[in-house]
């Protein structure tokens, strides 16, 4: 299974976005991960299509966009334009899930749906079979830096479960407090892309951070 990793620019330094999207790309980052906040669904603002349209021309890897907007629908087609290659949302900001889902796969962009921690998994009942990725919140959505919620690893499991009984290529992503020390145990549980902000954004060196990230990763794999 290919493992990625996502650092999130949530925790670059916005004041040289494009340098930090650079930096981290030639640091070995497999996805951009862009969250998109409008103070309204979480109590934060971000930044718009505008910023993703900016920084496309920087990026050399698929940008991965998370709405944390609502409503939702109006500006999937902004960020598709924008450049955006997988566009993920929160069931609880769209009135219609399963056209949301199509509204992006409209756009030529893959579809992910994004549960917080305190969200069931009965809304994968009816859409798993039309996502391309699932993506686990393992903090309330809104901000970098966070505390892993633990209470989300079962969660992992019964995802990963579902996703191979299914037996199509649909990702599992990770998204909130991923650090070093607990990058290999989310792994070992089920998920095969992780998002990363402060843990990546807060170091010194982008470049061995991830190297360390990866090492940890792949040794689950290798022990199994
Ligand atoms: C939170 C965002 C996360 C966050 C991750 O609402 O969706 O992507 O930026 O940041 P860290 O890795 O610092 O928890
Ligand atoms: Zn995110």
Redesign the pocket.
Known sequence: MALRIAP?I??ADFARLGEEVRAVQAAGADLL?F?V?DNHY?P?LTFGPMVCAALKPHARVPIDV?L?VKPVDRIVPEFAKAGASIISFHPEASEHVDRTIALIREQGCKAGL?LNPATPLDCLDYTLDKLDLVLL??????????Q?IRGVLPKIAEVRRRIDRLGREIWLEV?????ADNIAEVAATGADTF????????SQDYAATLRDMRSRIAAPRAAA
Request: net charge negative; no cysteine; hydrophobic share 45%.
């Open positions: 999130s949530l925790s991960h969250d906040m979480v934060n998370h944390m994004v919140m393992s903090v309330n959505p809104g901000f970098g830096g966070q892993f998204d909130g407090g991923i650090k998002v990363a902000g402060s843990a990546i954004f807060g």
